[in-house]
């Protein structure tokens, strides 16, 4: 009986890195974390990835076909030719506000690439901070996912259309817009494919040092916020993603586009749909500035779900809120506060869960696909309570993911080919 051909599927986060195997029909044989080496970004990546493919059981390592790699969105470097690094990577979370203004002054209304931490505008940044010596020799913009995928096929200057969004790229037309090619920075901007595409074999060094079939392909990448949503098991228009993490982020894949930057929405081509949503600052961080995690569990055990609170609070840690309403003014309301935190924990939730059910009664007012369904992950995927008030409020299915591991959905994205969404 000839052995399955696999899909390894690698996910860099915030503080570590993980991976998958599957086979087609998403039947998971391998599983890995680990926390970066002590060691300044991005060789830290590096090493990570090295000792993760060393890592793969020697049962497995022929069989791997496909290779894809997410990345923390927004999260680059620029490099030279030869895939060097010129700086230190800008993290995902790093503003450059002096060169908001300008890109500002040139990207269309509501731009994904006008923010303070978009990809693009700290490519515009390093153009107008670094020293002439150093920008001649620049010749690659990449994003994390770009330059890891790049250890492992050798081909620099490639990226997707998941990473580019915050870049420029757009994604409607899929090629840079003209006010960004005519731009004096745009010759480092890297060529884009769509995620999942085939870019390559791994290098016959790669193959070599860790036993890989040399016609195993890297495949273009994603985000991880984007690899998360594939592993959750939503597959088809009108299936929603709740992360309830330290904030609250929900996705809806959709038949219809949706951009609105005053709602603090956008939306990333996914095959032939797309996947429209927010990003709440409201969610976990909010919860654990008043109870830690055991007394969050036993509060929650306490409350009644079907009986109403007259609380109506919008938690936020701090004034400013990105979506359903984009105000960075935006008060946090918690009062009053019962004596009673059983009673607190109660409005807090339901809170948040309004929130929620905001967030995707505006995506439907502005022309995304009906919510059919909602698959939950996120920390907060575990408090029953929790989801018992949200389903009072969603009138539809509130489902467990079947996976809340991104690098299992960039296994899934190794293992699509083309259109990978189905529905």
């Known amino acids: ?61 022929g069989q791997v076909a496909r290779v894809a790699i997410d990345g923390t969105s927004a999260t680059v470097m620029l490099c030279d030719q030869t895939g060097e690094p010129l700086t230190a990577p800008l993290l995902y979370n790093h503003t450059c506000l002096d060169a908001l203004g300008p890109i500002k ?17 700290k490519l515009r940044w390093w153009h107008q901070t670094l020293p002439d010596s150093t920008w001649v020799r620049a010749a690659h913009l990449l994003h994390q996912a770009d330059w890891l995928s790049a250890q492992l096929h050798g081909q620099w200057g490639l990226s997707d259309y998941h990473n580019s969004l915050k870049l420029g790229y757009d994604v409607g037309c899929l090629r840079y817009p003209d006010w960004m090619l005519a731009q004096p920075w745009s010759r480092v901007l890297p060529r884009v494919v769509a995620p999942g595409e085939p870019v390559g074999p791994v290098t016959a060094a790669v193959a070599q040092r860790f036993g890989l079939s040399p016609r195993c392909q890297v495949v273009a990448g994603t985000t991880d916020s984007i690899a998360a949503f594939l592993a959750s098991g939503a597959r088809a228009p009108g299936d929603g993603v709740t992360s309830l993490g330290s904030t609250l982020v929900i996705k809806l894949l959709s038949e219809h586009r949706v951009d609105a930057g005053e709602y603090g929405i956008y ?53 400013g809120e990105r979506f359903p309403i984009n105000d960075p003014d935006l008060a946090p309301r918690l009062t009053p506060r019962p004596q009673d935190d059983t009673a607190f924990l109660h409005g ?76």
């Open 1 to 61: 009986m000839t052995a399955p051909l696999l899909a390894l599927g690698i996910d860099f986060g915030t503080s570590g890195v993980r991976a998958a195997v599957v086979d087609p029909q998403r039947h998971l044989f391998w599983q890995y974390r680990a926390s970066y080496p002590d060691l300044p970004a991005p060789e830290n990546w590096r090493q990570a990835l090295l000792t993760l493919l060393a890592a793969l059981p020697e049962s497995l390592r």
């Open 105 to 121: 002054a040139l990207a269309p209304a509501h731009s994904p690439a006008a923010s303070a931490t978009s990809s693009l505008v």
């Open 267 to 319: 939306s990333h081509r996914l095959g032939s749909h797309w996947l429209v949503g927010g990003a709440s600052n409201s969610g976990g961080a909010v919860l654990e500035t008043f109870f830690d995690r055991a007394a969050l569990a036993s509060l929650s055990q306490r409350i009644d779900p079907t009986e109403p609170s007259a609380l109506d609070y919008y938690p936020l840690v701090r004034p």
């Open 348 to 423: 807090l939730l339901l809170g948040i869960a309004r929130i929620e059910q905001r967030g995707y009664a505006l995506l439907a007012q502005l022309g995304a696909s009906p919510l059919r369904q909602i698959y939950t992950c996120g920390g907060g995927a575990t408090n029953e309570t929790w989801r018992q008030l949200r389903a009072r409020l969603m009138p539809v299915p509130i489902k467990t993911a079947a996976s809340v591991e991104a690098a299992v959905g960039s296994a899934y994205l190794a293992n699509w080919p083309g259109d990978f969404t189905v529905g």
